[in-house]
């Protein structure tokens, strides 16, 4: 089997290098490729990518799904592994991705392969292990750790933080969403036990930024799909307060230290963020 990796950036000099530095032992034991879809950086993140020998694009940004399925067409492997350039492949995951049964007998069956040749004639699946390929894990979720602040936060709903990131070629692709873009799978899903790691927020003015960009995007989107959005003070001031209410203290965030008071203090925040920019993008389409 081959194995592509595929990330899109965007001024990631910081987080690249480490990205790509994580996955190579991976891709020169299992055979594959690095692919990174660039939306125009003006730092270092192109030089440290071509650097790692990553094949590298360079197009217009076109949102969060449709980058990262740009990406997923320009891969050749059997298999594919979405990353962010924010994440990270501990060295526990290599050899379980590896030895996983069904990505190690992934036989890539194409009406135009040549069978006739004696060489490839010897290693053509048998019908009986055509089924059982047909039985196994098209995908795999794999748990993340989310560090905050330098601190790996297990508490809140922040741990085992599953996402579907390991798939075979044309098996899946992320859903149309503005953000919080998850991938869809055909075919069964298998768990793998160890973890990606995301680095995410190194800073407070990081997160803050971040949940500012994403709670637009958020408000964009429930603009978009539901009923126009009054003035509500339970979206904007109870919702909020519920959400920490039941991350912190019924999802035992509180374990996390001030971390985690930070963490989902500034979380609830962004709810509120999200459904006044609703009520506010609302207000400016019926001015």
């Given at each position: 089997m081959t194995l592509s990796v595929?990330?899109?950036?965007?001024?990631?000099e910081?987080?690249?290098?480490?990205t790509?530095?994580?996955v190579a032992n991976l891709v020169r034991e299992v055979g594959g490729?690095?692919?990174?879809?660039?939306?125009?950086?003006?730092?270092?993140t192109l030089e440290i990518a071509r650097s790692?020998?990553?094949?590298?694009?360079?197009?217009p940004w076109k949102g969060y799904s449709a980058q990262k399925n740009s990406a997923i067409e320009k891969a050749s492997g059997d298999w594919i592994l979405s990353l962010d350039a924010d994440e990270a492949v501990e060295p526990e995951l290599i050899p379980e991705i590896a030895q996983q049964s069904p990505i190690r007998e992934s036989v890539p069956i194409k009406p135009s392969d040549n069978w006739c040749l004696t060489s490839v004639e010897a290693n053509r699946p048998t019908p009986e292990k055509l089924r059982n390929l047909e039985k196994e894990p098209a995908g795999y979720w794999?748990?993340?750790?989310n560090f905050f602040l330098g601190r790996w936060i297990k508490h809140g709903?922040?741990?085992p933080d599953p996402k579907l990131r390991l798939f075979r070629r044309g098996a899946a692709r992320f859903e149309n969403r503005l953000v919080h873009e998850d991938v869809k799978l055909n075919g069964p899903a298998g768990k793998l036990?160890?973890?990606l790691i995301h680095h995410s927020y190194p800073t407070l003015s990081d997160y803050i930024d971040h949940m500012n960009h994403y709670s637009l995007l958020g408000a964009e989107m429930a603009s978009q799909t539901s009923a126009p959005r009054g003035f509500s003070v339970f979206n904007i001031v109870l919702r909020p307060v519920a959400t920490f209410i039941y991350n912190y203290f019924f999802r035992l965030g509180f374990l996390d230290g001030r971390e985690g008071l930070l963490l989902h203090l500034y979380h609830s925040v962004y709810v509120s963020w999200k459904y006044a920019k609703a009520w506010e993008l609302t207000r400016k389409q019926h001015t």
């Open positions: 595929v990330i899109i950036t965007y001024n990631e910081a987080n690249i290098g480490r790509l530095q994580s490729e690095i692919i990174v879809v660039d939306s125009g950086s003006t730092d270092r790692a020998g990553a094949r590298v694009f360079v197009e794999v748990p993340r750790k709903g922040f741990w036990r160890h973890a």
